[in-house]
């Protein structure tokens, strides 16, 4: 099998969003994801793009992709946030996902970042000792913080 990770292009957008839809459903939030393929080309490709894209061709067909963006560390600098790496089903454990991750943690060095960051959900373990392995540190003490649309606009509508 022929694998290339090359950086995403806008005519790549339908391919991301089939990905990203395939790891909403193993996550076990098939309806959760909202952006359109409009989103994705106008977001990651406009005047002032907001993420990054890399995708694994395997055989010439998209088959994973990895979209992560700049963050600021008030203690580290530039860092690197990698979104979501996310390979299709029927080509997992066969490269493509260390592909991946591979191209992404270079860039992160090549772009001068001092630290690459992710969020996993705890029970996917084969994700968390692969990165484990890999040298990352997975942190217990640290919990996700979010606040979605509904809860701002009550948290808004409660401030003003």
């Known amino acids: 099998m ?11 957008m ?19 994801v909202e ?14 793009p907001l993420f990054e894209c890399f995708v694994a061709e395997a055989n010439d067909t998209i088959e994973g992709m990895a979209l992560f963006y700049y963050r600021y ?4 600098g ?6 979501d790496l996310v390979v299709s089903e029927a080509f997992r454990g066969k490269g493509l996902g260390k592909a991946l991750y591979t191209k992404v943690i270079q860039y992160s060095k090549q772009q ?33 913080v979010q606040m979605d649309e509904a809860a701002m606009d009550s948290f808004c509508d409660k401030t003003r």
């Open 112 to 144: 001068g970042c001092k630290r690459t960051e992710w969020v996993i959900l705890d029970w996917n373990t084969n994700a968390v000792e692969f990165y484990k392995n890999s040298g990352a540190t997975v942190f217990d003490e640290w919990r996700t």
């Open 14 to 32: 339908p391919a991301v969003l089939k990905l990203i839809n395939e790891l909403a459903k193993f996550e076990n939030e098939p309806d959760a």
């Open 35 to 48: 952006i359109t393929v409009k989103d994705l080309e106008n977001d990651g490709f406009g005047d002032r």
């Open 2 to 12: 022929n694998i290339e990770v090359r950086k995403a292009t806008k005519q790549d």
């Open 73 to 76: 560390s008030t203690w580290k």
């Open 78 to 83: 530039k860092t690197v946030h990698l979104e």
